[in-house]
């Protein structure tokens, strides 16, 4: 916004309804409901549909089904969701299974093709990642929300989170992972959002 | 601020006149940032409700929301004169030009007309013919924005038709719609205007839902189904 020299608003408090419990990121407000966000209508996938896939190169690919995603080790994350359209969710509970689990499975350990990749969901929508940020305990495919299966208008049964970044980044219906060498826009990112989508910077848009 | 115009009594167009006006695309929004003097900052997005055709100028066409932080602000308190630090234009999957063809399903809820607006000025100023049809979902005929210009412009005989529905007050001798968007009504549009080329919809989350969720079920690819959700909770 021209710079970062702020216009004052005359008359302008703030009134921030209902006070966050800790800071949030510059620009976003507290909001305790789940809002939905999607350019599109909702994918209809069902469990037995669901099916996620790492394309491992040359050829190769290796897949999960809804019960091998139960028959893996779970985790209950806890964290904060900070969303370019301005809300932040505090607090809220997810559980599924770390990324890294995935890539052990897929034979893939310390040696991924590429730095990059593009995840995708059923219905075709895309986003980027440096592999780096969905490793170590960063991202998760997940299919509970505060303890409940998640509902379909908020990606189920199964999507990914990656809290760190702006939530767009946190695909719904997520399908699949293609490594890349190099960093390539993803559905948003070819609309003017951010490469990377860190809310701590507040890289919304494109020259932020 | 150039000049505040009121469209119902919840409803408000801000014209802002912009330093360095930039084209867009109808369906674009710009975010507002408001700073209070201990540094304390909120944004908010509004839709373009001008027609990229209108140059220098943008009108922000907003709707207050009881007990919000921005949209009572600028209801309230902003005057003629006044600056409003915006960013802009932002948007892409839910945009719409001539180019992009038809024919034209826009379904729209309360506020969710802003952006559809925008398109149908842009497709008027460029004497588009792309046959086009509004459904459009209000409490009552008082709370209809932008009222005279969309009988005008379905007047005008260019392929352009508007389909009201009431959901609360419903005025003597109305025989149009007068409930919720639900799978019926969009199937009854739809068919009117026969092949459904692009569809966006706009407004409540709720609504947004049901509206896109019709479509889907009258067998429209997603893929031509566009979709903005403007608030958490449903207004209608
Ligand atoms: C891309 C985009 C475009 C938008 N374009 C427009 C536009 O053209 N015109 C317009 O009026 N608004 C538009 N909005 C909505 C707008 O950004 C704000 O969310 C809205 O003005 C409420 O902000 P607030 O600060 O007044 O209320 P907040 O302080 O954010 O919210 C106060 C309370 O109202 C609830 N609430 C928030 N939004 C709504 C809603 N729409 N209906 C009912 N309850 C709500 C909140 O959950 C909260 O409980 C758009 C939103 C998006 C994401």
Known sequence: ?208 | MESITVETYRVKTFRLLLPLWQPFRPGMHYDVRLTAPDGYQAQRSYSIATGPETRNVVDLTVETIEGGEVSPYFHDIVEVGDQVEVRGPIGGPFTWDGSMGGPLLLIGGGSGIVPLMSMLRHRNSTACLVPTLLLYSSRSPGNVIYSDELDALSAAGNGFEVEHTFTRKIPDGWNGFARRVDVEMISEVSDRLGIIGRAFICGPEGFVETAANALVNAGIASERIRTERFGPIGTR
């Open chain 1, 1 to 208: 916004m021209e710079g970062n020299v702020a216009v004052l608003s005359r008359g302008f408090s703030g009134f921030r309804r209902p006070q966050p419990p800790r800071e949030i990121p510059e620009g976003q407000y507290y909001e305790t409901g789940f809002p939905v966000l999607t350019y599109g209508p909702t994918e209809r996938v069902s469990q037995s549909d669901w099916k996620f896939t790492i394309d491992l190169g040359e050829g190769g690919f290796k897949s999960w089904t809804w019960d091998d995603l139960m028959a893996m080790p779970q985790t209950d994350i806890h964290t904060d969701i900070h969303c370019v359209t301005k809300w932040s969710m505090l607090d809220s509970d997810w559980k599924g299974v770390d990324l890294d689990v995935f890539f052990e499975q897929a034979g893939l350990g310390e040696n991924i093709a590429g730095d990059y990749l593009m995840i995708r969901s059923f219905g075709g929508y895309t986003t980027n990642l440096p592999v780096a940020d969905v490793r170590g305990g960063k991202a998760y495919i997940v299919h509970e929300f505060g303890g409940e299966p998640i509902t379909q208008e908020h990606g189920g049964p199964v999507r990914m989170i990656v809290p760190h970044l702006y939530f767009w980044k946190s695909a719904k219906w997520v399908e699949s992972i293609r490594f890349m060498d190099e960093d390539a826009p993803g559905f948003w990112e070819a609309n003017g959002y951010h490469m990377y989508g860190d809310p701590w910077k507040e890289q919304r848009y494109w020259g932020d």
